[in-house]
C-alpha cells in the first residue's frame, strides 16, 4: 500500500493551503484516514482523522475551526483544507490510513494506524 501525499507550499500567516492524500496498491479497507504533523523542535502529532463509517471527523484542539478533513473512500483520498495558517503550524505533513476499527482514543496515536504518506512539507512565514 502506498500513500502519496501533495499539496504542501511555503504561504504567509493567515494564509492557506489544500493537501491531498491518496492510497494505492495492494487490497485494503481503510476505516479511518488522517493527517499528523511533525516539525524538528516536536514529536509527530495527531491533527485530523476521518472515519468514513458515519463520516465522522476530529481535530486537534490546536487546529479545530481552521482546519477540514474529508474525503472520498471509493478513491481511498483524504484532504486537508488548512485556512488561517500561523507559523506554528509549520511542520511536514503525514497522512496516514488505518485498516482496523479502533476505540475514540486511539485515533490520536500515530502507533495505531497501518500505513503512512511520505510526508509533504508546509511553511507558514509571519
Known amino acids: 500500500v502506498q500513500l502519496q501525499a501533495s499539496g504542501g507550499g511555503a504561504v504567509q500567516d493567515g494564509g492557506s493551503l489544500r493537501l491531498s492524500c491518496a492510497a494505492s496498491?495492494?487490497?485494503?479497507?481503510?476505516?479511518?484516514m488522517g493527517w499528523f504533523r511533525q516539525s524538528p523542535e516536536k514529536e509527530r502529532e495527531f491533527v485530523a482523522t476521518?472515519?468514513?463509517?458515519?463520516?465522522?471527523?476530529y481535530y486537534a484542539d490546536s487546529v479545530k475551526g481552521r482546519f477540514t478533513i474529508s474525503g472520498d473512500r471509493a478513491k481511498n483520498t483524504v484532504y486537508l483544507q488548512m485556512n488561517s495558517l500561523k507559523p506554528d503550524d509549520t511542520a511536514v505533513y503525514y497522512c496516514a490510513v488505518s485498516t482496523r476499527r479502533r476505540v475514540l482514543s486511539a485515533i490520536r496515536s500515530s502507533g495505531t494506524y497501518d500505513y503512512w504518506g511520505q510526508g509533504t512539507l508546509v511553511t507558514v512565514s509571519s
Open positions: 496498491g495492494g487490497t485494503f479497507s481503510s476505516y479511518d
Open positions: 476521518i472515519r468514513w463509517s458515519g463520516g465522522y471527523t
